[in-house]
């Protein structure tokens, strides 16, 4: 069965800290792992996705197959970084689409 | 271009009801999938259409059920409704089913039942 784990429900930061909310899956193939960000009064929408390997308002993440983990970072947050991060997990195409999300990891950054 | 839609926005029900929820996908897009999220269990996946077909199913019981249109609109109903199925229902489309095509998600339809 396809997991994955956000082990803090809440991050505070204070805007231009680093910020690394943490993303671990278990799964036993070859995942599609994807970040979606709800801000506030928001529909929730994809923020990046592990295969394109881009840096989306200044946020990156890199899967690491080792340690089962896509943990999403940022150098310097920003108080509009304060929103509901999901970490979520496909297994593939086909007949078997479906996205896994963890639980959410709600930001704050502090000014 | 217009984004998913969902209809309606919030419903009241009482127990042992049932209700039906709508979903109109971005033009295009003929992949339809809906997710339950609450407090306690976050998002989880009900079930993803294609193509007027249902391709997969989550853990959930069989008073849950959906189904897709020729226009690749989606409903979902529940049946026989419990204090449990209080959640906001959400539903995403996508061009295709691809592991790695975007998700675009509608605003929800917030369900309470007393």
């Known amino acids: 069965a396809q997991r994955v784990t956000q082990p803090e429900k809440l991050l505070s930061v204070f805007k231009g800290a680093p910020v690394e909310l943490k993303c671990n899956y278990s799964?036993?193939?070859?995942?599609?792992l994807f970040w979606y960000v709800q801000y506030s009064r928001q529909r929730l929408q994809l923020l990046l996705r592990h295969i394109s390997r881009e840096s989306i308002k200044g946020f990156t993440a890199d899967l690491n197959k080792g340690e089962t983990s896509f943990h999403l970072k940022k150098p310097f947050a920003q108080e509009e970084d304060s929103a509901m991060y999901y970490c979520?997990?496909?297994?593939?195409?086909?007949?078997?689409?479906?996205?896994?999300f963890g639980k959410g990891t709600l930001l704050t950054v502090n000014p | 271009k217009a984004g998913v839609t969902q209809t309606p926005r919030y419903l009241i029900k009482t127990r042992g009801q049932q209700v039906t929820l709508s979903c109109s996908p971005i033009?295009?897009?003929?992949?339809v999938s809906w997710y339950q999220q609450t407090p306690g269990q976050g998002l989880q996946f009900l079930f993803e259409y294609f193509s007027e077909t249902q391709r997969n199913k989550g853990n959930f019981p069989g008073r849950f059920s959906g189904r897709q249109f020729s226009n690749s609109r989606s409903e979902m109903n529940v049946s026989t409704l419990e204090l449990g199925d209080s959640a906001l229902y959400l539903c995403?489309?996508?061009?295709?089913?691809?592991?790695?095509?975007?998700?675009?998600f509608g605003q929800g339809t917030r369900l309470t039942v007393v």
């Open positions: 979520a997990l496909s297994r593939g195409g086909g007949s078997n689409y479906k996205l896994t």
């Open positions: 799964y036993s193939g070859s995942p599609e």
């Open positions: 033009s295009g897009h003929r992949s």
């Open positions: 995403a489309s996508s061009l295709t089913p691809g592991a790695n095509t975007e998700a675009f």
